[in-house]
């Protein structure tokens, strides 16, 4: 999981629309390490000069100034490596693991009073015959219990950890595998030893046996630590976990604890909430996705079945901007309102990307104040403004100033209309907001229950099973542009289908559309580094593709080898909600197939924009209810910031705060990756086998 910025929104981009288009250009990729040096620098001030709105078609692959002529560097020389990545290390519930040792929800029951019997369906009791859910209900987070460090996703956070963390961690595995062995266990046994034996070198070999880079891995605590990670104030609220030192380069990524049961969610028997007296309000932010109109539905119909009259129900318009915008009143959300708006796609309130980041310093992290210092890192309130970190940056004060002021205004607004339930569908970012609100509120003594429900077409909302939509998407990328980039491609002579989707983190969709296709020849993902030319490069593979069979299909997220279209001393520039602004990898990969191949005829195709507009099909539509009614339930039982999500196949509460650390991304070297390339044949485009993977992005059990 990497934190690479919070929200949904998305850059500009200039890819051709979804209507194919052809090139018969005989461009060519420019002068790589044997061009002369004044061309090369000449080119690379064109690079930074063009604006990130512009023609992006005529960005150019950044080169390497040195190595073989002709080879481009490798995009893991390039990453850039001050981004932390969060992981989280979840062990597996045993009978013997105590109820309470569960990941905690925040609540407003204290302001909130006495609880009293639900009235849902009260007026027709004979509707709702099913049982209630118990706040001592529990999930496990993790259900695998791994053999070896070796297994697939078992080799997260045991390279490099600190003398002590390492020997604590030592201590504690060898006195289970004595137990174990005690016990006869042998199989415990081997693995706690392994384990050790493992975690004994100062740097260890990530991945599988495949991979041969080595990460740099920091601990927030020791494994043997019985508190969490995460620590929560007197309020039950989470922080942000941060490095307390920018300039330390202890490592890249580091490992949080959870703890291994989740709440679940449901209806409760008892509720905190008379309804007549509440007032509800639902928002969407960030990207219109399938589903967003089947959870306002729910949600509607949900808090009108426990007795909330319909006049009380609000929608906000165009996202937080309906807050403050005269001009986008609240709308009533009566039956007729929205009685089958399930059957269209996007959302009937409207959304925006109005809302400001918090500012992140160097490491990546939120920073904030009011921090508790545990283990070199620092858990820091997620409501307060601070710029402690931003090392006298005005534009992140600016930042983090636009930040408070949006949450002042919306706290007004939520206490000056009296919202005492407050619903944000939406992604990252929307959910990072909803987590500072319900803090806001419960700073303030408001008796307002804030509520999420995570929203990504990515499908990179950490812990969840998968977000609603996905599915959604997933499906129209599947039947529609890659089946017909296959039969574009079949159909030319030297055709290459060429089909980018949506993936700026995360490269879920485009693995999973390219193993439900069954057409794909090559699937690039931000997660895994590749190189475009070279022997093993992917412009080689292609060329030896069409040799092969005269075609060739590639599905590329949106984000991947965006380090080989920005210098490496160019930052990437990010926008307002702190999502990096992306250069246009289709532009380039075309760019660079007709370069290789000049008489190829490449077919590109852009669908993104197109596949998340559509209706929710049935899947989603099931899913999208179930997270609408949980998300009110969660209110009336006083829950607030937190997300409701569907964790090994049940539905749980979840803290927004904790959630929204950083985001789900794809393993390179775990099982679903792994699987797409068996099936397909696709070898790691690296020509030196000394690049560093990207971490595992699973949960390991110690």
Same mark, same amino acid.
């Given at each position: 999981?990497?934190?690479?910025?919070?929200?949904?929104?998305?850059?500009?981009?200039?890819?051709?629309?979804?209507?194919?288009?052809?090139?018969?250009?005989?461009?060519?990729?420019?002068?790589?390490?044997?061009?002369?040096?004044?061309?090369?620098?000449?080119?690379?001030?064109?690079?930074?000069?063009?604006?990130?709105?512009?023609?992006?078609?005529?960005?150019?692959?950044?080169?390497?100034?040195?190595?073989?002529?002709?080879?481009?560097?490798?995009?893991?020389?390039?990453?850039?490596?001050?981004?932390?990545?969060?992981?989280?290390?979840?062990?597996?519930?045993?009978?013997?693991?105590?109820?309470?040792?569960? &990941?905690?929800?925040?609540?407003?029951?204290?302001?909130?009073?006495?609880?009293?019997?639900?009235?849902?369906?009260?007026?027709?009791?004979?509707?709702?015959?099913?049982?209630?859910?118990?706040?001592?209900?529990?999930?496990?987070?993790?259900?695998?219990?791994?053999?070896?460090?070796?297994?697939?996703?078992?080799?997260?956070?045991?390279?490099?950890?600190?003398?002590?963390?390492?020997?604590?961690?030592?201590?504690?595995?060898?006195?289970?595998?004595?137990?174990?062995?005690?016990?006869?266990?042998?199989?415990?046994?081997?693995?706690?030893?392994?384990?050790?034996?493992?975690?004994?070198?100062?740097?260890?070999?990530?991945?599988?046996?495949?991979?041969?880079?080595?990460?740099?891995?920091?601990?927030?605590?020791?494994?043997?630590?019985?508190?969490?990670?995460?620590?929560?104030?007197?309020?039950?609220?989470?922080?942000?976990?941060?490095?307390?030192?920018?300039?330390?380069?202890?490592?890249?990524?580091?490992?949080?604890?959870?703890?291994?049961?989740?709440?679940?969610?449901?209806?409760?028997?008892?509720?905190?909430?008379?309804?007549?007296?509440?007032?509800?309000?639902?928002?969407?932010?960030?990207?219109?996705?399938?589903?967003?109109?089947?959870?306002?539905?729910?949600?509607?119909?949900?808090?009108?079945?426990?007795?909330?009259?319909?006049?009380?129900?609000?929608?906000?318009?165009?996202?937080?901007?309906?807050?403050?915008?005269?001009?986008?009143?609240?709308?009533?959300?009566?039956?007729?309102?929205?009685?089958?708006?399930?059957?269209?796609?996007?959302?009937?309130?409207?959304?925006?990307?109005?809302?400001?980041?918090?500012?992140?310093?160097?490491?990546?992290?939120?920073?904030?104040?009011?921090?508790?210092?545990?283990?070199?890192?620092?858990?820091?309130?997620?409501?307060?403004?601070?710029?402690?970190?931003?090392?006298?940056?005005?534009?992140?004060?600016?930042?983090?100033?636009?930040?408070?002021?949006?949450?002042?205004?919306?706290?007004?607004?939520?206490?000056?209309?009296?919202?005492?339930?407050?619903?944000?569908?939406?992604?990252?970012?929307?959910?990072?907001?909803?987590?500072?609100?319900?803090?806001?509120?419960?700073?303030?003594?408001?008796?307002?229950?804030?509520?999420?429900?995570?929203?990504?077409?990515?499908?990179?909302?950490?812990?969840?099973?998968?977000?609603?939509?996905?599915?959604?998407?997933?499906?129209?990328?599947?039947?529609?542009?890659?089946?017909?980039?296959?039969?574009?491609?079949?159909?030319?002579?030297?055709?290459?289908?060429?089909?980018?989707?949506?993936?700026?983190?995360?490269?879920?969709?485009?693995?999973?559309?390219?193993?439900?296709?069954?057409?794909?020849?090559?699937? &690039?993902?931000?997660?895994?580094?590749?190189?475009?030319?070279?022997?093993?490069?992917?412009?080689?593979?292609?060329?030896?593709?069409?040799?092969?069979?005269?075609?060739?299909?590639?599905?590329?997220?949106?984000?991947?080898?965006?380090?080989?279209?920005?210098?490496?001393?160019?930052?990437?520039?990010?926008?307002?909600?702190?999502?990096?602004? &992306?250069?246009?990898?289709?532009?380039?990969?075309?760019?660079?197939?007709?370069?290789?191949?000049?008489?190829?005829?490449?077919?590109?195709?852009?669908?993104?924009?197109?596949?998340?507009?559509?209706?929710?099909?049935?899947?989603?539509?099931?899913?999208?209810?179930?997270?609408?009614?949980?998300?009110?339930?969660?209110?009336?039982?006083?829950?607030?910031?937190?997300?409701?999500?569907?964790?090994?196949?049940?539905?749980?509460?979840?803290?927004?705060?904790?959630?929204?650390?950083?985001?789900?991304?794809?393993?390179?070297?775990?099982?679903?990756?792994?699987?797409?390339?068996?099936?397909?044949?696709?070898?790691?485009?690296?020509?030196?086998?000394?690049?560093?993977?990207?971490?595992?992005?699973?949960?390991?059990?110690?």
């Amino acid at each position: 999981f990497t934190q690479q910025g919070q929200g949904d929104v998305r850059g500009s981009s200039n890819a051709p629309s979804a209507s194919s288009s052809s090139s018969n250009s005989n461009s060519t990729v420019p002068a790589t390490d044997g061009g002369s040096s004044s061309s090369t620098q000449q080119q690379s001030k064109r690079d930074k000069a063009q604006p990130v709105g512009g023609e992006v078609a005529a960005v150019p692959l950044v080169t390497s100034s040195s190595g073989a002529a002709g080879t481009h560097r490798a995009a893991a020389t390039i990453r850039r490596q001050h981004e932390k990545q969060v992981l989280f290390v979840i062990p597996p519930a045993t009978l013997e693991t105590p109820i309470s040792d569960v &990941l905690v929800c925040p609540t407003m029951r204290d302001l909130l009073g006495e609880p009293r019997p639900t009235t849902m369906f009260k007026d027709h009791p004979d509707i709702w015959e099913g049982r209630f859910s118990s706040d001592d209900d529990r999930v496990t987070l993790n259900v695998m219990d791994f053999a070896s460090p070796s297994s697939t996703g078992a080799n997260i956070c045991l390279p490099d950890l600190h003398a002590d963390e390492m020997s604590a961690l030592g201590v504690t595995l060898a006195a289970k595998a004595a137990t174990a062995a005690a016990a006869g266990d042998s199989r415990a046994s081997q693995q706690q030893t392994s384990a050790v034996e493992g975690g004994s070198s100062s740097s260890i070999s990530g991945g599988s046996s495949s991979s041969s880079g080595s990460w740099n891995v920091t601990c927030a605590s020791t494994a043997a630590a019985d508190d969490e990670t995460l620590n929560r104030d007197d309020d039950g609220f989470y922080g942000n976990i941060n490095n307390s030192n920018d300039d330390d380069d202890d490592g890249n990524v580091v490992c949080v604890r959870l703890p291994p049961y989740a709440m679940r969610a449901g209806p409760r028997e008892q509720i905190y909430y008379d309804p007549a007296t509440v007032t509800a309000a639902i928002v969407t932010t960030g990207n219109i996705c399938p589903g967003m109109n089947d959870v306002i539905e729910a949600m509607a119909k949900r808090l009108v079945d426990y007795g909330v009259p319909e006049d009380q129900v609000l929608g906000i318009r165009y996202g937080t901007r309906g807050f403050t915008a005269k001009d986008a009143k609240p709308v009533v959300l009566t039956r007729p309102k929205i009685d089958g708006i399930h059957l269209t796609g996007g959302t009937i309130l409207g959304t925006s990307y109005d809302h400001h980041r918090v500012h992140r310093h160097a490491s990546g992290y939120i920073s904030a104040s009011d921090g508790h210092s545990s283990n070199g890192y620092t858990t820091t309130s997620s409501y307060e403004e601070s710029t402690a970190h931003n090392g006298g940056n005005s534009g992140a004060a600016a930042d983090d100033q636009q930040s408070s002021d949006e949450l002042e205004a919306i706290l007004h607004k939520l206490e000056f209309w009296r919202i005492n339930h407050f619903f944000v569908i939406g992604g990252q970012g929307g959910n990072q907001l909803a987590a500072q609100l319900a803090e806001g509120c419960k700073q303030r003594k408001v008796p307002c229950c804030i509520v999420g429900v995570p929203k990504s077409v990515d499908n990179d909302v950490m812990l969840v099973d998968k977000t609603f939509g996905f599915d959604t998407v997933v499906q129209e990328v599947v039947q529609r542009p890659l089946l017909a980039a296959k039969t574009e491609a079949a159909s030319a002579r030297k055709g290459v289908g060429l089909v980018k989707v949506f993936g700026r983190r995360s490269g879920w969709i485009a693995l999973q559309a390219s193993l439900a296709s069954g057409v794909v020849d090559v699937c &690039l993902i931000p997660e895994e580094p590749f190189e475009m030319q070279g022997p093993a490069g992917v412009l080689e593979y292609i060329k030896a593709l069409i040799e092969k069979k005269g075609h060739a299909v590639l599905c590329v997220a949106e984000g991947a080898g965006q380090d080989l279209l920005y210098p490496e001393d160019e930052p990437i520039p990010v926008d307002d909600a702190g999502n990096p602004l &992306l250069r246009d990898i289709g532009a380039a990969l075309k760019k660079g197939i007709k370069a290789v191949i000049p008489d190829a005829d490449v077919k590109y195709i852009d669908p993104t924009y197109m596949v998340q507009a559509v209706p929710s099909n049935s899947q989603d539509h099931i899913y999208c209810r179930i997270l609408g009614f949980h998300a009110v339930d969660a209110a009336f039982a006083g829950y607030t910031g937190v997300m409701v999500g569907q964790v090994n196949g049940h539905f749980v509460l979840l803290p927004s705060a904790v959630v929204t650390q950083s985001a789900r991304r794809v393993d390179p070297s775990g099982k679903s990756w792994n699987r797409l390339r068996a099936a397909i044949g696709q070898p790691r485009f690296q020509n030196s086998k000394t690049v560093d993977m990207p971490v595992s992005a699973a949960s390991q059990a110690y």
